[in-house]
C-alpha cells in the first residue's frame, strides 16, 4: 500500500475525477490509515512503499502490480500522468528480494484488470489494460487467463465491477460477486458459465464502489455506503467490514484500489 501523501485531483482519466471539487490530502491519509489498520486488525501483513511527489494516483498500488505465486508482472500505465508509477513499485519489488520480475509490453493496469480465482486469472479490458497485456499475462506468469469485456466508462477497470469473495483451486469452488452490466454480453455468458453460483452486484452497488472489496475469504473489506452489497454477503457467510473511502473516490478508487495483494505462493 501507498500512503496517499501527495493525493490529489489534478488531471481526468475517469469519468470520477473532477478537479474542480475540493479534495483533501489530509482526509485521504486518514481514511487510507484506517484501511491500512483494518487490514492489520484483520491479521493481515501491510507493506508500504514511499509516494512519490508529482504522482498522486500513486495510492492506487493495485495498479502497480500482479503477483502469483510469487512471481511478479510489472505495469504499463495507460495515461502519461502515472506512467512514473511503474518503475517505483519495480524497485520496490526489486529491494525487497523478489528476483522473478517481468515488466509488461503491452499497456497492462495490472490488479486493477486482473482478479486471481485461484486457478484462473480474469482479466478485463475495454479503457485501460490492453488486450494483447492478457496473452502477455498468461506467458509471463504461466496462468490461464479469461478475457472479460468492460463496457461501462464508470467502471473502467475490473476491480470496478467485481471481486473475488473467495479463492479455490477447484476452479468451480471459487466465489466471486460481479456487477454484470458492466460487461458485455458474451463476457456476461462467459461469468455465467464458469461462476454460475456467483452473487450479482446491483448498480447501487457498483456506484458506491462495492465492487471494490477485498475479501480474506472470510472478512470483506466494502466501503461504507456498500449495506446492501454486505448484507447479501453476510448472508452468504461473509464478514462484511465497511472503511469510509470518500475521499479517495473523487481519483474514482476504493479498498481494492489501494490495495496490490502479494501471493507468495
Ligand atoms: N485515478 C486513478 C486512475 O484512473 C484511479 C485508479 C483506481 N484503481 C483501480 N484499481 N481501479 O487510474
Known sequence: MCPPRFFAVDYVINPWMDPTQPVSADVAVAQWTELRDTYRRLGHTVEEI???PGLPDMVFAANSGTVVDGRVLGSRFRAPQRAAEAEHFRRWFVEHGYRDITMPEKINEAEGDFAWTGTLLLAGTGFRTDPAAHAEAQEV???????????????YHLDT??????????????????????????????LERVFPDAVLATSED????????????????????????????AARGYEPVYVDISELRKAGGGPKCCTLEIRKG
Open 50 to 52: 514511499e509516494p512519490q
Open 141 to 155: 506468469l504461466g496462468v490461464p487467463v479469461v478475457s472479460l469485456q468492460l463496457v461501462d466508462p464508470r467502471y
Open 161 to 190: 465491477a467485481l471481486f473475488v469473495l473467495a479463492e479455490a483451486t477447484d476452479t468451480t469452488r471459487a466465489q466471486i460477486v460481479y456487477y454484470p452490466e458492466a460487461f458485455s454480453a458474451g463476457s456476461r455468458r462467459v
Open 206 to 233: 457498483a456506484e458506491c464502489f462495492g465492487l471494490n472489496g477485498v475479501s480474506d475469504g472470510r472478512n470483506v473489506v466494502l466501503p461504507v455506503e456498500a449495506t446492501r452489497l454486505g448484507e447479501l454477503l
